[in-house]
Nanobody, 121 residues
Framework: QVQVVESGGGLVQAGGSLRLSCAAS????????MGWYRQAPGKQRELVAT???????NSADSVKGRFTISRDNAKNTVYLQMNSLKPEDTAVYYC???????????????WGQGTQVTVSS
């Protein structure tokens, strides 16, 4: 069994900051990649940022320079530091982890339950 659990969402004023955390637990051999996605009302889920086990990151143009993704491999945890938040960042933020339960199978995608981030103007 694998669980992916997010925390850290909430309500913040425009220009403020929030830090999201996501921890994976259970039967885990390795996690090649972890990332954050978001879905605003009436819109499709979109990529926010990803980070590989080796530390290579990728992020959406809309958050470059404001959001920073990082991970702690020892804790199977990924973080998203969000600064200079804008009302258009309001969405449910989902954590994704590509997890290998053993060395002999390809990674499988796991999603967290989502955490609401609301930015007021």
């Amino acid at each position: 069994q694998v669980q992916v659990v997010e925390s850290g969402g909430g309500l913040v004023q425009a220009g403020g900051s929030l830090r999201l955390s996501c921890a994976a637990s259970g039967s885990i051999f390795s996690i090649p990649a972890m990332g954050w996605y978001r879905q605003a009302p009436g819109k499709q889920r979109e990529l926010v940022a990803t980070v590989t086990r080796g530390g290579t990151t990728n992020s959406a143009d809309s958050v470059k320079g404001r959001f920073t993704i990082s991970r702690d491999n020892a804790k199977n945890t990924v973080y998203l530091q969000m600064n200079s938040l804008k009302p258009e960042d309001t969405a449910v933020y989902y954590c994704n982890a590509e997890i290998k339960p053993t060395a002999f199978v390809p990674p499988r995608s796991y999603w967290g339950q989502g955490t609401q981030v609301t930015v007021s103007s």
